[in-house]
């Protein structure tokens, strides 16, 4: 099992007290500190499905009007890094539309005979392979991209994770989009022919399994279908019929999750009209949203409300810039299953925009790879709190925010978010054992204290004397 490496920061003085000098002795055990965090282990909230990227790099350089290949000697270390440094465990795999088209135009857009700008015009134009959609031809799907995305990223990634005991959720996820009158969508519309959107998710898994043999675990109907041309409630609700039975009919049956919009707000109709339709309330898994446009607490909760009255899971699965504070709120009031800010890496090419998990230095050859802007802090919950784990309820005194987990080994976790300087507190509830604590200032600055043995019916101290996160870790 490959170990995850630990940052240490000799230059800083220590961030955390962990009663006494780090030496992993047992601390004194009198009475805990004004300030506490309670954990109630018996109190259960969601179980954790996994922490998930796009797979996206720069390949597709905006600015250049151009495929950008320095991702392709990096690719490989990239998502090694967010495996062991991150903590990712989850993939989103799309699967864009129109690769159901006589023409392979993302080769031509690799090999530099497309411009970036044709190919995102052309990417969600599609022709359909011929008029049955239960008589597939081969020579109507252009699997290039496809292919690309799973031999440069997925591969490397399942191959990270399996190399720490670990499997890759993977979830396919339809993509359609429109954002202008420029982006062309040929003669075919599979938001209005469910039977042949069947066909095309149907062709994809084949594609995956045959080639890669990989089973995906989850499949998410569309991405952000309020920005497409066709896909709406209603449409959602049929297609997800008609490609679950086509899916099931080949023995594929995995999660679905819908219906994933760009805004809260439109989740939540899109959701009710979705549902509407007869048959999917037995077949959705997950109720997605995404958290652009306006973001309000009160939608986090309508969502949560709607999803549980349903008997389902939530999944915010989408957010640009998204920090630890908006991962914690999805955790404990959306109550969500999984989540994901959005891509793998830039570069120093591109803008650190916070979108990313990983920023590549391009002149930096000996130690290229590190942390984009929220990925240090996203870490302390990611690479702690791994599939299977179960969140339970963490009440806090003072000015700071908890969050607790048991993970499927029974080890626990706490996650206490500062926003300033708290003090010493003690976090009680957890089971006797050794425990450790990492913290990451709101500054990126990381500190890690050694292991201390806790007895029955004791308490972790803690001492944390600016805004940041910390973790305290159940270890062997």
């Not at 940052?7 to 601390?27: D, H, N, S």
């Not at 690309?148 to 994770?161: D, G, I, K, N, T």
Request: aromatic share 10%; with cysteine.
């Amino acid at each position: 099992m490959r170990a995850i490496p630990v940052v240490r920061t000799a230059t800083i003085a220590l961030l955390v007290a962990c009663g006494g000098e780090p030496t992993g002795a047992p601390g004194p055990q009198g009475a805990p500190p004004a300030q506490q965090i309670v954990v109630d282990g018996a109190v259960r909230h969601q179980t954790i499905d996994g922490w998930a990227t796009h797979l996206r790099m720069w390949e597709e350089d905006k600015a250049g009007d151009r495929y950008d290949p320095t991702i392709e000697p990096y690719a490989a270390r990239v998502f090694e890094f967010l495996v062991d440094s991150v903590g990712i465990n989850a993939v989103r795999l799309e699967i864009p539309s129109g690769m159901e088209n006589p023409t392979n135009r993302w080769t031509a857009f690799r090999e530099g005979r497309l411009s970036y700008s044709a190919w995102q015009k052309t990417r969600f134009e599609k022709i359909n392979d011929n008029g049955d959609p239960n008589a597939l031809n081969a020579a109507g799907f252009q699997f290039a991209n496809l292919d690309f995305r799973v031999e440069y990223m997925l591969a490397p990634l399942r191959q990270a994770l399996e190399a720490r005991g670990e499997k890759l959720h993977v979830n396919v996820n339809y993509t359609d989009f429109r954002w202008d009158a420029t982006i062309e969508q040929g003669s075919l519309s599979h938001a209005s022919t469910p039977s042949e959107f069947a066909e095309f998710v149907h062709a994809s898994f084949v594609r995956l399994r045959d080639r890669y043999g990989i089973v995906p675990d989850a499949f998410e109907v569309v991405l952000e279908p309020d920005n497409t041309a066709g896909w709406r409630g209603a449409n959602i609700g049929r297609g997800l019929i008609a490609a679950t039975d086509r899916l099931r009919a080949s023995g594929f049956t995995p999660e679905v999750i819908a219906p994933s919009n760009s805004t809260m707000e439109g989740a939540i109709s899109y959701f009710d009209e979705m549902m509407a339709v007869p048959g999917v309330a037995s077949r959705v898994r997950s109720f997605a949203y995404h958290r652009y446009g306006t973001e309000r607490s009160s939608d986090v909760a309508t969502i949560r409300a709607r999803a549980q009255a349903a008997g389902l899971k939530t999944a915010m699965l989408e957010k640009v810039d998204a920090g630890i504070d908006v991962l914690l709120e999805d955790l404990t009031v959306g109550n969500v299953s999984a989540w994901q800010q959005w891509a793998a890496a830039s570069s120093t090419k591109t803008s650190d925009n916070g979108g990313y998990y990983a920023r590549v230095d391009l002149s930096n050859s000996t130690k290229p790879i590190g942390m984009a802007k929220h990925s240090a802090q996203l870490a302390q919950v990611f690479r702690f709190v791994r599939r299977g784990a179960v969140r339970v309820d963490a009440t806090s005194t003072g000015d700071k925010q908890s969050v607790a987990f048991i993970n499927a080994d029974g080890r626990y976790v706490v996650i206490v978010r500062t926003r300033g300087a708290v003090g010493e507190f003690g976090v009680l509830g957890l089971p006797a054992g050794r425990y450790g604590q990492r913290f990451v200032s709101d500054d990126r600055r990381t500190e890690s204290i050694a292991p201390m043995e806790i007895p029955a019916n004791g308490f972790v101290p803690a001492n944390v004397k600016e805004a940041g996160v910390l973790t305290i870790y159940g270890v062997p």
